[in-house]
Nanobody, 124 residues
């Protein structure tokens, strides 16, 4: 079992930046694939980005590619999501997730472990 806690959300104007963090505990962090997902009001949860345990493989949703960057610091058991050039349509609750399977994170999102989420609001 992995305990995940997100932070860094907030209110930002369009074009601005935010960096989300997700701190993990409970299992060897470097063995886990980490992912970021988001859910806007009235919409289904969607995949945003994923990173392999070693950090050498990343995957992004098309809607955020070139604007968002996922990274991790295994020494700090933390994964980050740097979000630049934010748009109002990026407004959502952002969740981090952890799973041993890269395929699960990027295909169906049926991850074993989830954080509680952090709100990101982008004003126009």
């Amino acid at each position: 079992q992995v305990h995940l806690v997100e932070s860094g959300g907030g209110l930002v104007q369009a074009g601005g930046s935010l960096r989300l963090s997700c701190a993990a505990s409970g299992r060897t962090f470097s063995t886990l694939v980490m992912g970021w997902f988001r859910q806007a009001p009235g919409k289904e949860r969607e995949f945003v980005a994923a990173i392999s345990g070693s950090g050498d493989i990343t995957t992004y949703a098309g809607s955020v590619k070139g604007r968002f960057t996922i990274s991790r610091d295994n020494a700090k058991n933390t994964v980050y999501l740097q979000m630049n050039s934010l748009k109002p349509e990026d407004t959502a609750v952002y969740f981090c997730a952890a799973d041993p399977s890269y395929r699960k994170v990027v295909t169906n999102g049926r991850c074993d472990n989830w954080g509680q989420g952090t709100q990101v609001t982008v004003s126009s």
